[in-house]
């Protein structure tokens, strides 16, 4: 499958925003560590926005980016998220309330323990009516959901956004499942080019046979390791670098998906017909 990407969101400690980011991601400016900022969702009503979780303003961060980026309107895009276990404060909260002389989970918990919670934010925020899909494949998310998102595009014909979202556990959890730290990222994606374009992505899911692309910054590689979301970021200093690429996502026991990205002037120099190639070089 081949789709077009049109626009980039990112959220990540010392990566703050695509567009800040995007040198750092390319090897060009120099990686600072700092906690990942979230910025506050000013789209939703003062009640939603007091509800919130983390996850969702994570989530919604980085999809609103993507989309602003490709201008697309949210309210007609449909859109994938994907994480590799939802909100984990949430659901710590809940089960130290079960397990405490008074066990009556408030509303609001339960509302944001759901797996379907940012989709249903996004859905408020953007006055959406669009598609709105929510997956998980433990550490391999970000793969199952831009397979998702590319299937999506494929078959309907549509643009679509996939967002990858994961925050840390709260102890005892996180001692079982140990996540680095806050991290988002979207892509907003085209099954045709447009005027917006820069990058197409060709997608293979095909049987494992190789080892899975690591960051090219060592500073990052922990990142990606720690954290499930962050399995996208050789792609994205690829893209950052505008360059061919070509990685490798683990996806299931033995699963991959082969990412072939070429910028487009390339793609264009490939789909020419011969003739024409021939005829130029007359």
Same mark, same amino acid.
């Given at each position: 499958?081949?789709?077009?990407?049109?626009?980039?969101?990112?959220?990540?400690?010392?990566?703050?925003?695509?567009?800040?980011?995007?040198?750092?991601?390319?090897?060009?400016?120099?990686?600072?560590?700092?906690?990942?900022?979230?910025?506050?969702?000013?789209?939703?009503?003062?009640?939603?926005?007091?509800?919130?979780?983390?996850?969702? +303003?994570?989530?919604?961060?980085?999809?609103?980016?993507?989309?602003?980026?490709?201008?697309?309107?949210?309210?007609?895009?449909?859109?994938?998220?994907?994480?590799?276990?939802?909100?984990?404060?949430?659901?710590?909260?809940?089960?130290?309330?079960?397990?405490?002389?008074?066990?009556?989970?408030?509303?609001?918990?339960?509302?944001?323990?759901?797996?379907?919670?940012?989709?249903?934010?996004?859905?408020?925020?953007?006055?959406?009516?669009?598609?709105?899909?929510?997956?998980?494949?433990?550490?391999?998310?970000?793969?199952?959901?831009?397979?998702?998102?590319?299937?999506?595009?494929?078959?309907?014909?549509?643009?679509?956004?996939?967002?990858?979202?994961?925050?840390?556990?709260?102890?005892?959890?996180?001692?079982?499942?140990?996540?680095?730290?806050?991290?988002?990222?979207?892509?907003?994606?085209?099954?045709?080019?447009?005027?917006?374009?820069?990058?197409?992505?060709?997608?293979?899911?095909?049987?494992?046979?190789?080892?899975?692309?690591?960051?090219?910054?060592?500073?990052?590689?922990?990142?990606?390791?720690?954290?499930?979301?962050?399995?996208?970021?050789?792609?994205?200093?690829?893209?950052?670098?505008?360059?061919?690429?070509?990685?490798?996502?683990?996806?299931?026991?033995?699963?991959?998906?082969?990412?072939?990205? +070429?910028?487009?002037?390339?793609?264009?120099?490939?789909?020419?017909?011969?003739?024409?190639?021939?005829?130029?070089?007359?």
């Amino acid at each position: 499958m081949r789709v077009y990407v049109e626009g980039v969101g990112l959220r990540g400690p010392g990566l703050d925003g695509w567009t800040e980011s995007r040198r750092i991601l390319a090897g060009t400016q120099s990686y600072e560590h700092e906690a990942t900022r979230i910025p506050p969702v000013d789209l939703l009503p003062a009640n939603e926005r007091r509800r919130m979780v983390q996850t969702a +303003r994570l989530a919604l961060a980085a999809g609103m980016e993507a989309l602003a980026m490709a201008v697309r309107d949210a309210a007609a895009t449909p859109v994938v998220f994907t994480s590799s276990g939802g909100d984990g404060a949430t659901i710590h909260e809940i089960l130290s309330t079960l397990a405490s002389p008074n066990p009556e989970v408030s509303p609001t918990r339960f509302h944001n323990s759901v797996h379907n919670a940012p989709a249903g934010y996004w859905g408020i925020a953007a006055r959406s009516h669009a598609p709105a899909s929510s997956i998980s494949c433990h550490d391999h998310s970000f793969a199952a959901g831009l397979l998702e998102a590319a299937v999506t595009a494929t078959v309907e014909s549509t643009a679509v956004t996939v967002v990858a979202y994961d925050t840390q556990y709260p102890e005892p959890l996180h001692s079982v499942r140990m996540i680095g730290a806050p991290f988002a990222t979207a892509l907003a994606m085209s099954p045709a080019r447009t005027p917006r374009a820069f990058i197409s992505l060709d997608i293979t899911l095909r049987p494992t046979s190789a080892a899975e692309t690591k960051s090219k910054l060592a500073v990052l590689e922990a990142l990606r390791n720690g954290t499930p979301a962050a399995r996208c970021l050789p792609l994205l200093e690829a893209i950052a670098r505008n360059s061919k690429a070509e990685i490798v996502l683990s996806y299931l026991p033995d699963m991959e998906l082969a990412l072939d990205l +070429r910028p487009l002037a390339e793609v264009e120099a490939l789909d020419r017909p011969r003739s024409a190639t021939v005829e130029h070089l007359r």
